[in-house]
């Protein structure tokens, strides 16, 4: 979905840099969410906000960190990356009401050597 | 606890023949589930869902899944697959009970249409 963009795209690391995963969106969502995507695992969520004041931990947050700077960006780092950190990951947004659809990203395809 | 099981990794059909992508749920609570579509280099797009009322749901690009309460099921459906359909489908659930509004996604399954 073009409304919600993430930069990079592609990132190659070394083991143990600090790497940061921008998503910013234009759809006016309360809600963002960071996902990784493994093959076979599916998605599962790393954290998640629901405003600016809000962070939560998802299901997968160790060796991970998030900021909300503004209503419209969420971040991700990885403070000291890992091999088995090398994975696709998904920024999403949603409305605040929990029965609707989250809008995803194109995805970071992040390989940590 | 929620979960999601997508029993097949890969389903294969011809061109024009109908599609069938299996999912079954576990809640604790009353479901809201969720079909999801990628495609190659791209973030999972939104297909169609189940809230509540009529247990088929129609979705977008022919798309459709019928909700089984007592087989805790929601396959997706498309009654003549097209090459472009090919793609990765996800399932996912989310239990009304559950705090911090969590979706839960099965691991995917791989459509293929062979021409």
């Known amino acids: 979905d073009a409304d919600v963009t993430q930069t990079p795209r592609n990132r190659i690391t070394k083991t143990g840099k600090r790497i940061m995963l921008e998503c910013s969106q234009t759809k006016g969502h309360d809600r963002m969410y960071w996902y990784r995507q493994d093959p076979g695992l599916g998605l599962r969520l790393i954290y998640y906000?629901?405003?600016?004041?809000?962070?939560n931990k998802g299901e997968i947050s160790d060796g991970y960190s998030v900021s909300r700077q503004a209503q419209a960006k969420f971040s991700l780092s990885l403070e000291s990356a890992i091999p088995n950190q090398t994975a696709l990951y998904f920024c999403a947004t949603s409305e605040q009401s929990s029965y609707n659809e989250q809008f995803f990203g194109p995805g970071t395809r992040l390989t940590v050597l | 606890a929620q979960s999601v099981a997508q029993p097949e990794d890969q389903v294969k059909v011809a061109e024009g023949n109908p599609l069938t992508v299996k999912c079954t749920y576990s809640?604790?609570?009353?479901?809201?589930l969720f079909w999801y579509v990628q495609y190659p280099n791209r973030g999972l797009q939104f297909l169609l869902k189940?809230?509540?009322?009529?247990?088929l749901v129609k979705g977008s690009y022919g798309f459709e899944a019928e909700f089984n309460k007592s087989q805790t099921s929601f396959h997706l459906k498309k009654p003549s697959a097209l090459v472009s359909d090919s793609a990765l489908y996800f399932c996912a659930v989310r239990d009304m009970r559950a705090a911090g509004n969590k979706l839960t996604f099965g691991g995917g399954t791989r459509v293929l249409v062979k021409p």
């Open positions: 809640v604790s609570g009353n479901p809201y």
């Open positions: 189940y809230i509540t009322g009529d247990n």
């Open positions: 906000s629901f405003d600016v004041k809000d962070i």
